[in-house]
Every structure is written in C-alpha cells, then in structure tokens.
C-alpha cells in the first residue's frame, strides 16, 4: 500500500516492542496473514535496520522426533545463523580458559555442528549454498580462536582432577555425557558461545539484538511447550535466554491454547500458563490494522465520479479485512487513494479502441469506465479467482448500491451503445435474471433482486481478458 500507510502499521508494532521492558513478544495472527511477511519487511525497514539486530530461526524446519530435545537444534540454529553473517569482530572475542568446555570445543564441536546443520534443514557444504562460504570463514575464524585456548591452563585443570576424587568424578561424568548432544556440559558450552556472540555483535553494532522464533504453533506439542518454558525464564542476570533483548515468538496463540488443551485438558488454565512468556501483551497481528488506514486514507477524494473510488474501496476493504489480498500484496502495490485513482485514471483515459475477438472496436471510450473498475481489482486482488472469492461473500445488494458503478460495467459487459429505438422499451436479460428500461437513453435497471451477482462478475472478467488494448 502507500508507504505512509504502511508506516504507519510499522509504527504501530514499534510502539509495542518500545513498551518499558517488554522484552518477550507473543506476536499472533491467522495462518498466512503474512506475520513472516510483515516481520521480514519491518526489521528489513530503513528505520528500524537501524536499530535491531534480528536473527530468525525456524524450527518446523528441522528434523527431529517429538522426544529429542529441540532446544539443541535451535542453539544450533542460532549459531549457524550468526555465523551467515559477517559481523563478528573476533579479535574481541573472549572465552574461558582451562576448564572442560575447552574439551568440548576441541573435539566434538565441529562434528556436532556440522551434523546439526543437517537437521535443521541448512547445508553448509554445498558449494552453492547460498552463504556457505561466509558461514565456513566463520567457522574457521571461531575455531581457529577457540584454539587460542592456553592447553597450559586446561593440564594444569586435568592435574588438579587427578588429584581431587570429587573432580574425576565430575570428569567421569563429563565423559560419559559428551557423546550426547544435549548434555549438560555441551549445553554450558555453546550457550555461553551464543551469548559471548551476541554480546560481540551487539557491542559492535549498537543494535537490539532479536531473536526471532516462527510458526511455533505448526511445531510437535512437545517442542512447543518445551521452546515456551525455555524462554519463559530469566537467567540470573534477569535477561532473556542467550543474552537476545527481544524474543518474539510468531504463532496463533488461539492454535496454542486449542493445542494447550489438548495437551494437557481443558480445565487447565491457559492463560495462566502462557502470560509468563509474554512482557506486556500478546500482539495480534491483523489486516484490520492495514484497513484502518486505507479507510483514512479514503475519506477525501478527488476523483471524478467518487462512486467508482467508493466502489472499488468498498471491494478491496473487504479483500484485505478478509485476508485474500495478503500482505506481501499491500507491501508491493500502491494501495493509496492517489495509487489507485492514478491506476485507474490510467486506463479510464487510455481507450478510444481496442481489439476484441478479432474485431476492432471504435469508441470504446463509451465502455472505459467499466473497463477501468474491473482492470483495476482485479490488478490489486492479483488474480481473478481471489477477486470473485470476495464477491460472492458480499450481500448482492450492497454492490448493487453503488448503482452508477454497476451501471458502467453492465455496458461494458454487453457493449451498450444508445439506440433512439430502445427509448422507452423494457428488456430481459435471461442470462442474468435482470431487467432494465431505456429511459432518455440511459439504461435504469427495474429488477436486479435475482441477478446471478457471480456469473455477472465471472462474464466482467472473461470479457475483460480478451480485449487486447
């Protein structure tokens, strides 16, 4: 739509994610809203490039059972995705040194890490791999810093075990669980990795470091509330999970609570459960955000028959309200009350003939009206299948309210041209269910209550398509 629109839906969004320590966000919407759409074009935005840092992950992606720990998958994930992008400043990079995450980090990371890729649905091999080889300089440039680890410091930690039973125990432990992935150990290490990453990123680009978790509620019940206690919880500095100053998880948080039930019964209270995650309020995410401001947008025109720009507001409201005209459509149509009178305008004033079933037709000028409603709906609903799906949901009569709109394109769908032996004549048209009478050479409809609205349409578009102007 109108950039000054959509800015202002932007806005919106920004107002909420600046509520004081709203740090965790449930943002909930319909499937295929577009909510991925929209939080791709927001943090894409000039504006708020500028001051968020996002990492998105995508869990249904992965291939895991519902009794493997998800959460070692997303840690992965996390890495990976920080690793595609080339702003790690590793010369300010600090880890630990001489303790048993070295050991971790010197054998089994690399393995792990590579394995993992495959599972969550990334390869990091393949030549053409798109960033594959920013994600493996990376990688290099992580490991080659881990190995600046002092193995000094990690003899004089194994001296110390030997000497200390408790110690081997702990090293027996360790041991035992490194071949796991998932392990206690294995977690301390790379979630402390992720964390001194975001920190490293964050320092550098003086951003709002952001993660970014979609379509939570399309995962295994098991995952999903597994993921929600993770991020539910504070560590012990009071910030989120992995150090992140926003998480924002995508979902229907109404498919979360029907699944929430079904998980765990009926009488479970929901609500009291999921308001742990979120810091202030679920968000939802609606088109009616979007109508709003194409409404405003409309309430002064300059039009020169304002029924034809009430019409066809009247028609895409309806589209967007309901969800067929997406957002990946408002964020690439001018959906602006100058948008669309210019498109329109622009076919309105183009004709004087056109070509129709081989024939030329003179004077089209007569039908351009009706040429330009239903060239410009269908342009903005995209195809003619999304364009009847919204007719045939509208009561007939309120299209038929707009009456000089409807007039237009009855004469472009039959060629109307006034005849001095039609004044004063009534006639049927059988095909329609409709009759009309000729008065001072204009057509006045006197029955439309049975009009076959979705035929009228569906003929609207079929004689639409064979002109060739």
């Excluded at 977690?187 to 992720?194: E, G, K």
């Excluded at 001194?196 to 970014?212: C, G």
């Excluded at 060239?375 to 009847?388: A, C, D, I, V």
């Amino acid at each position: 739509m109108g950039r000054e629109l959509i800015e202002k839906v932007f806005q919106k969004f920004e107002n909420h994610l600046n509520v004081e320590n709203n740090n965790r966000v449930v943002f909930s919407g319909k499937f295929g809203i577009g909510k991925s759409y929209f939080l791709n074009e927001f943090f894409n935005d000039e504006k708020y490039e500028k001051e968020y840092f996002p990492i998105f992950i995508n869990p249904v992606n992965y291939s895991i059972a519902s009794n493997e720990d998800i959460f070692e998958l997303i840690k992965f994930d996390i890495l990976f995705q920080i690793l595609s992008r080339d702003v790690i400043v590793f010369d300010k990079l600090n880890f630990p040194k001489g303790n048993l995450i070295h050991q971790y980090f010197t054998t089994k990371f690399l393995d792990d890490f590579i394995s993992a890729s495959d599972l969550i649905g990334e390869n990091i091999v393949e030549e053409n791999a798109s960033g594959s080889f920013g994600i493996l300089k990376n990688l290099g440039k992580l490991l080659a810093k881990l190995s600046e680890l002092s193995k000094r410091d990690f003899q004089k930690f194994e001296d110390e075990i030997q000497k200390n039973p408790e110690l081997e125990i702990i090293n027996s432990f360790f041991k035992q669980q490194e071949s796991k992935i998932g392990s206690f150990y294995e977690n301390n290490a790379i979630t402390q990795l992720i964390y001194k990453l975001i920190k490293n990123i964050e320092e550098q680009s003086k951003k709002k470091m952001t993660l970014v978790i979609d379509d939570l509620d399309r995962i295994d019940p098991e995952h999903i509330f597994r993921i929600l206690n993770i991020f539910s919880a504070h560590d012990k500095l009071g910030e989120n999970k992995f150090g992140f100053e926003k998480v924002i998880l995508v979902c229907d948080i109404n498919n979360i609570k029907h699944i929430y039930h079904h998980f765990y019964g009926k009488n479970v209270d929901f609500f009291g459960y999921i308001n742990k995650f979120y810091s202030s309020e679920v968000y939802e995410y609606s088109n009616k955000n979007y109508v709003k401001y194409f409404e405003e947008d409309f309430k002064f025109n300059s039009f020169s028959d304002p029924e034809h720009l009430q019409f066809i507001k009247f028609i895409i409201a309806n589209g967007i309200s309901e969800n067929i005209i997406t957002a990946r459509q408002l964020f690439n149509l001018d959906f602006s009350k100058n948008g669309i009178s210019e498109y329109f305008n622009s076919f309105w004033r183009a004709n004087n003939q056109v070509i129709y079933k081989y024939k030329t037709i003179y004077h089209f000028h007569y039908y351009n009206e009706g040429f330009a409603i239903i060239s410009t709906l269908l342009n903005y609903f995209g195809n003619e299948e999304l364009l009847l799906k919204i007719i045939v949901k509208q009561d007939s009569q309120q299209l038929l309210n707009f009456k000089n709109s409807f007039l237009k394109l009855y004469e472009f769908l039959v060629f109307y041209k006034e005849k001095k032996e039609d004044e004063g004549l009534s006639f049927q048209d059988e095909d329609l269910n409709l009759t009309y009478q000729v008065i001072n050479g204009i057509i006045e409809f006197k029955s439309v209550s049975s009009l076959d609205v979705e035929k009228f349409y569906k003929n609207l578009i079929k004689k639409h398509n064979e002109i060739i102007n």
